[in-house]
């Protein structure tokens, strides 16, 4: 019996040093051209999904009047613009160079439309880790989040002074 518990131990740490030795030798490449390492993408999904949790269940305090989309048109070009990219449908300078890759949120690529607004509300408020995506609390009021997150949810459907304000230069 303890010749095969320290098989096992053996074994497992054989295991830990082969893997040691695969990446201390540059066997992932930690480049930003490098690409997703096996089940990157997945972990970090269910890790977000986690960690959002119930909070993507949570609906907004504001309507999604004409007025608060607006507001969320000028808070997104001031804040979110210049990573997520505009209205143009250009990605920014930044979102080429940055691992993982910045997602453009507006028209006319998908976006978050599909995500619920609670959910968007939790990742511009909390910020994501190991990525550029930086945490407004803090820095936006809670309505401006809300704004900002009904803005991105309504992306496909804004009417035509949103679609403006979202052009514009500030």
């Not at 295991?15 to 997703?36: D, E, K, N, P, Q």
């Not at 160079?97 to 408020?125: F, M, S």
């Not at 936006?140 to 949810?153: D, F, I, K, Y």
């Amino acid at each position: 019996m303890i010749k095969f518990l320290v098989g096992i131990v053996v074994g497992i740490c054989l295991v830990l040093l082969a893997g040691y030795l695969f990446v201390a030798r540059g066997g992932i490449h930690m480049s930003t051209a490098g690409g997703s390492l096996p089940m990157e993408h997945y972990l970090a999904q269910t890790a977000l999904s986690a960690s959002i949790g119930k909070s993507a269940q949570e609906q907004s305090p504001l309507p999604s009047d004409e007025a608060n989309l607006l507001a969320g048109a000028h808070i997104y070009q001031q804040s979110c613009g210049g990573c997520h990219g505009r209205l143009d449908g250009k990605p920014s300078g930044l979102a080429k160079r940055v691992y993982p890759n910045i997602p453009p949120l507006l028209p006319p690529g998908e976006g978050v439309t599909d995500d619920p607004v609670g959910e968007t509300h939790w990742v511009i408020k909390n910020g994501i880790r190991f990525s550029a995506m930086p945490s407004f609390d803090g820095k936006l009021t809670e309505n401006e989040l809300w704004q900002v997150s009904l803005l991105l949810r309504n992306a496909n459907k804004l009417s035509a002074p949103v679609q403006e304000a979202l052009r514009s230069k500030e």
